[in-house]
């Protein structure tokens, strides 16, 4: 079955800073992969998706995450942090057989002053 | 505005009850996913519906149901509500055959008291 895992719940980073989110996936086959991010009160927003065009992928908001299959990874990264980007993030794995999305359990990012 | 219409935005119902959740897709989209959030149990998959049919079901309960009408809005109807059916409920939505992922809607939060 296909699933993502994201190491560590609460990650914080200084204003500046490199920003890294890390998931790792399970798949028997090469998946869709997606970052999703959920500021407080709202929806999930899209950052990001693989689909297998392009192993760097390059997101909204300067983010943008690579696809390993060696590691089975797919990294969140962002060279700078800002603090409007305090909010909880999520990598999700497709399901081909219906388009379900398995999410993992999320990471909250705090940025400091 | 996400294009994913969600009401009503906050609910709060006794214990026993049942209540009726609403969700307008982006114009377009065929497919609806239902999703729970909770802070124990994180995002969790209820149920997808795709041009009025269930496709898939999730860790959705009996007490639970839903459906798609004609015009492609959805309804997630839940009764004999316990104090721990509190959370968010989440309404996507997607187009068929694709890879883009899910627009979100905002959230319907759920408290039983």
């Known amino acids: 079955a296909q699933s993502v895992t994201q190491l560590g719940s609460h990650v914080s980073v200084s204003e500046g800073a490199l920003v890294l989110l890390r998931c790792n996936y399970s798949s028997s086959v090469p998946p869709y992969l997606f970052w999703y991010v959920q500021y407080p009160n709202q929806g999930l927003q899209l950052l990001l998706k693989y689909t297998s065009a392009a192993t760097l992928v390059k997101g909204i908001n300067g983010f943008e995450a690579e696809f390993k299959k060696s590691e089975t990874s797919f990294h969140l990264t962002k060279p700078s942090a800002h603090m409007s980007d305090a909010a909880e993030y999520f990598c999700?794995?497709?399901?081909?057989?219906?388009?379900?999305?398995?999410f993992g359990s999320g990471t909250r990012l705090l940025v400091r002053p | 505005d996400s294009g994913v219409t969600q009401t009503p935005k906050h609910l709060i119902t006794a214990t026993g009850q049942r209540v009726t959740l609403r969700c307008s897709p982006r114009s377009g989209d065929l497919s609806v996913y239902w999703y729970q959030q909770s802070l124990d149990q994180g995002l969790q998959f209820l149920i997808q519906y795709y041009n009025g049919e269930e496709r898939a079901k999730g860790n959705i309960l009996e007490r639970f149901s839903a459906q798609q009408f004609p015009d492609l809005h959805s309804e997630l109807n839940l009764s004999s509500l316990e104090l721990g059916d509190s959370a968010l409920y989440f309404c996507a939505s997607s187009a068929s055959g694709t890879t883009e992922g899910y627009t979100f809607g905002s959230g319907t939060r759920l408290t039983v008291v």
């Open positions: 999700a794995v497709r399901r081909d057989s219906s388009y379900k999305l398995i």
